[in-house]
C-alpha cells in the first residue's frame, strides 16, 4: 500500500506564507514526478505545480514567482513554499504523486492525498 499525506495548510493574512509538505510512504521503489493540484469551491481542480524526479519544476502562471516546489528524495517528501499569498488562493491544496513500484514486473501509479485546506483571509 501506498499512503500519501498533507500537511502545513492553515489561515493566513495576505502577503502570508506557508509551507506544505507531502509524505508518501509504503512499499514504492522510487518517487518519480510529483504535482500539486488545488480545488476552491466551485471549482475544477487545478494544476499549480510540478516537480520532477531530476528537480526540473514547472509552475502554472497564477503562482510563478510566489510559489517554490522542492523534494527530498531521501524522505520521500515534496514541499511547495507558498509566499505573497493571495485570498484567490484559497483553497484545498492536493498532492498526487508518481509512484514506482512492483516486484520483477515495475510499473509506475499515480496516488491522491486527502488534501490540505488553504486559507488566505483578513
Known amino acids: 500500500q501506498v499512503q500519501v499525506e498533507e500537511s502545513g495548510g492553515g489561515l493566513v493574512q495576505p502577503g502570508g506564507s506557508l509551507r506544505l509538505s507531502c509524505v508518501v510512504s509504503?512499499?514504492?521503489?522510487?518517487?518519480?514526478?510529483v504535482n500539486w493540484f488545488r480545488q476552491a469551491p466551485g471549482n475544477q481542480r487545478e494544476l499549480v505545480a510540478i516537480i520532477s524526479e531530476d528537480g526540473e519544476q514547472y509552475y502554472s502562471e497564477f503562482v510563478k514567482g510566489r510559489f517554490t516546489i522542492s523534494r527530498d528524495n531521501a524522505r520521500n517528501t515534496v514541499y511547495l513554499q507558498m509566499n505573497s499569498l493571495k485570498p484567490d488562493d484559497t483553497a484545498v491544496y492536493y498532492c498526487?504523486?508518481?509512484?514506482?513500484?512492483?516486484?520483477?514486473?515495475?510499473?509506475?501509479?499515480?496516488?491522491w492525498g486527502r488534501g490540505t485546506q488553504v486559507t488566505v483571509s483578513s
Open positions: 509504503g512499499t514504492i521503489s522510487s518517487l518519480n514526478r
Open positions: 498526487n504523486p508518481e509512484v514506482r513500484r512492483g516486484g520483477p514486473l515495475q510499473f509506475s501509479e499515480h496516488f
